[in-house]
């Protein structure tokens, strides 16, 4: 019998990685962030000077520059309840992820409270962070960061949506799991100018580090107990004073990718 999560867990986990933010409820220290990474500013050319490689060279290439037009397009379509909207701009792994569209529309005010909440934020910047890009297909993440207001005021707040993008065009592949992540320090903590960034994520996934907007970078990393690695970066730049986010990036050679988020603030 297949196991269907029920929907208070799956709108206890949309509303946790929809924002990493200095609240009681969504952020607080211990909190991670699991989502899939989006589509970037790359672009990638096929070639095909072998006549029988299958490559058409006239193919236009992978271009994911417009990755955070589609966020932007899905988070303004679950504020304002438009499921379709959403779903269509949903990638078919993260459709199969959540249980398909009825399950989706279970959770409609899960994702407009989560998600949704950044479609209202009128601080909210949306970075397109390149990933990798192969063959058709290029992944990146788009980082939201601002001040959301959900049951109280506007507060502090970040996010990475993972986006896949073909010549198609971009889709958002927010529900893949691919293992937890433990930030250190916890999320929400205050940190040094100078710190350093660390995270415990599964030993069998590869990882990268987006601190706040800037491009993935490959943080060092050593086993560490049962079946987990330590990663680790030192951000090298000193933080101005003021809130920070960390962006855990992990993916898998079969192509997954998924995202993990925690707020910090740098005390002026």
Known sequence: ????????LLAVAILTLASCADDPEVGAPGTTTTTTLSSTT??????????GSGVDDTAPPVTVETADDTVRAWVDALAEGDLEVAWDLTAERSRVAIGGFEAFT???SALAEGFGAWSGADDATFSVVPLETGGDEALSVVILRGTIAREGPPTPAAAGVPVRTTGG???????LDLGAVEHQPPPGTAIPADPTLEAFVPALRNVRFVVDDRGAEDPAT?????DQQRASLEPGVPLEPG???????LTTPEGEVATSTALYFVEG
């Open 169 to 175: 065009g971009s889709l958002v592949e927010p529900f």
């Open 42 to 51: 790359t672009t990638t050319t096929a070639t095909g000077d072998d006549p």
């Open 106 to 108: 279970d959770l409609r």
């Open 1 to 8: 019998m297949r196991f269907r999560p029920t929907v208070t």
């Open 222 to 226: 050593e086993g560490a107990d049962g």
């Open 243 to 249: 809130p920070h986010s960390l962006t855990v990036v």
